[in-house]
């Protein structure tokens, strides 16, 4: 018998821990004790850069792209952080809200050589907790103990990598009747991962044949647009719209997914957005903020259909991507529907972006 968590379980705790600025052992093959530059304290900062003089920043190569400093990593960069680094050094490198004010942050000086498989995982790790995608990494000896001995989580880097690489299985937890305002013949489907991530959601519209092609709409959470009406994004409306959609045809499903700013969470969103006051597009933004121009798994939806009971789709969108990605995960596409709503003076040029930087269809 054990009550100990497994790898899944530890992530979880990992994630919780980074986001309150508690570091994590990653055991591979350079062992560290990695932490958030996000969430560092200056305290535990002294006590990290203490440790060792072959602590050092890891950045993804858009941020160091940005930053002018050389990847040799290839995805990513290992900066070598100053004798004298404090928090404001580490975060003013970490995120790009005073690039504008504060060009030159260097010499940013990169490490090169040697195996990065360790600092990669714990790339990926904050990026899974909605962090910015920085950590300052510092190597060690006998991980296993020294996670042991300050009470931190430890994760063998071959055992979780492929987990934070896959998409986590998802379990429907409950269904129940909800009357809408655009069908009384509403039902709301919950599904929860295995790892402990945001619950999804699908909402189906009547009651559609699953040996027929299902009116469906793969919409990422939005709470600017879907909640509060934003005028920068198209959102709101296009939930709206396919809503509508459906409820004239009297069945559908809209798969609601929480994948907030293309998968990297409201507050890296909202970061995205000040950055954009600055004169940068969205894809512009979020590559200064390290990431990927999207960084959401659009195969979820195509899991939570095939759980359903639905093998063809009419999918609402204007993003191949989503047709490309449904069909790759099983589910036929049988029609792409157009989407086109919610222009105003606000999002034109994001729009207008999305179209000649991100596929998306006129």
Known sequence: ????????????????????????????????????????????????????????LVVTERRASTLKARAYDGDLARLILPADVDL???????DPASDLMH??????????????ATQRVGIQLVKSARLLPAVIAVPIENPG?????????????????PLLSERSPLHPVISARLPLEVSEAGRLHIFRPDDGGEEH???????????????????????TGDLMGSLKCDCGPQLRAALAHMGAEGAGVLLYMNQEGRGIGLANKMRAYALQDQGFDTVEANHRLG?????????LGSDILRSMGFSKARLLTNNPRKVEMMQLSGIEVTE?????VGENHHNAAYLATKIAKSGHLK
Request: charged share 25%.
């Open 145 to 161: 103990e020294f996670a042991g001995r300050h009470q931190l989580v430890y994760l063998p880097a071959p055992d979780v990598a």
């Open 88 to 94: 404001a050094w580490l975060q003013g490198v970490a």
């Open 291 to 299: 990431f990927e121009d999207d960084e959401r798994d659009f195969r």
């Open 336 to 340: 792409r529907v157009p989407l086109h």
């Open 103 to 116: 060009p030159m942050k260097g010499p940013l000086n990169a490490l090169r050589g040697g195996d990065v």
């Open 1 to 56: 018998m054990s009550f100990a968590p497994d790898q899944n379980e530890r992530l979880a705790r990992a994630r919780a821990d980074l986001r309150m600025g508690v570091p994590v052992v990653i055991d591979g093959p350079q062992p560290l004790v990695i932490a958030a530059a996000e969430t560092l304290d200056p305290a535990r900062l002294a006590d990290m850069s203490a440790l060792s003089n072959d602590a050092h």
């Open 201 to 223: 959601y699908a909402i189906e519209i009547g009651r559609p044949d699953r040996a027929l092609p299902v009116l469906t709409r793969l919409h990422s959470a939005c709470f």
